[in-house]
């Protein structure tokens, strides 16, 4: 494994008295030897200024190091992954996990020892010939070449899935396994298609937000093109009395962005135009954090933990 020295301090937004403190340490797999020195300089800068937004939406409350480990393997596009679960409760009849990146940011319990804490995969393609890197990450003013996909919106979306967006739930139905479930599970109402129930979810979005069929870590499905087929699930490894996460994000293909005119690809009600959308990223187009995304946080509890001890209910 070979290490950058690319550690950052991230003042996260103070929820408390104080604001907390979280540092991100980016490694690199033995599969990333592919990799040009700028080529894993302009990844880690990336993935460490998307730490940093969605450390500001947590508001941790403790110092922690949050180790994330980059690959580079045979994928279409990018996925991400916690690299282990915790268990939380049992609530709604099952066993209750938690992300162990989001874990550790919560509670400081590091559940996998001296192991990465989750990991972020690219396809070697996608990242040569697809992804724009940012000059400057931070501030996020030039423009994305019309036919490249944004590097940060990619860092951002896969962080996203090591942190909250994942779980075991059918790929298709959104059925849930039947003694255990992630703290995203929890809130998915398997149908065609599965919404996601969260309170805070569903009243920051207006109504229970409708998930990707075949893809159901995400938001949105297509309008006008046709579904997408269900990745075949990759069986559940348990490890330390924990199911794993499936680094399964099915990360959506780019295309170029339609014109204005064009609305109606965007689906209904904008949910395709999330950063955690599971239907297309378009092409000269940046994505970001959104009142979504920081009512999923209190959903599956990273901004009210408080729901752990209440049957996973969260405040009214």
Known sequence: MHRVPILFALVAAATGPAAAQATFDITFDPSADVLQPAERAAVATHLREAGRRWSQALGATAPVTIAIRVAIADVPTANGASAATAFVGVFGGRDTFEQGAAHKLRTGVDVNGADADGIVTFGLNYLRNELWFDPDPVL????????????????????????????????????????????????????????????????????????????????????????????????????????????????????????????????????????????????????????LDRAVLADVGLLRERIFAGDFEPDR
């Open 140 to 291: 996020r003013i030039a423009p994305v070449p019309a036919n490249r996909t944004d590097a940060f919106s990619v860092a951002l979306h896969e962080l996203g899935h090591v942190l909250a967006y994942n779980g075991w739930a059918d790929l298709t139905t959104g059925q849930p396994p039947a003694t255990y479930w992630s703290t995203f599970d929890r809130w998915m109402m398997p149908g065609a298609p599965t919404l996601f129930a969260g309170p805070a979810a569903t009243q920051a979005w207006g109504v229970a937000p409708d998930l990707t069929t075949g893809n159901n870590t995400h938001w949105a499905n297509p309008v006008l093109r046709t579904g997408r087929p269900a990745a075949v699930p990759a069986p559940v490894r348990w490890a330390g009395g924990a199911p794993v996460p499936i680094a399964a994000c099915g990360l959506p293909m780019s295309i170029d962005a339609p014109p204005s005119a064009d609305a109606v690809l965007r689906g209904a009600g904008g949910l395709i135009d999330q950063l955690m959308n599971g239907v297309v990223f378009y092409r000269g187009t940046r994505y970001d954090l959104s009142a």
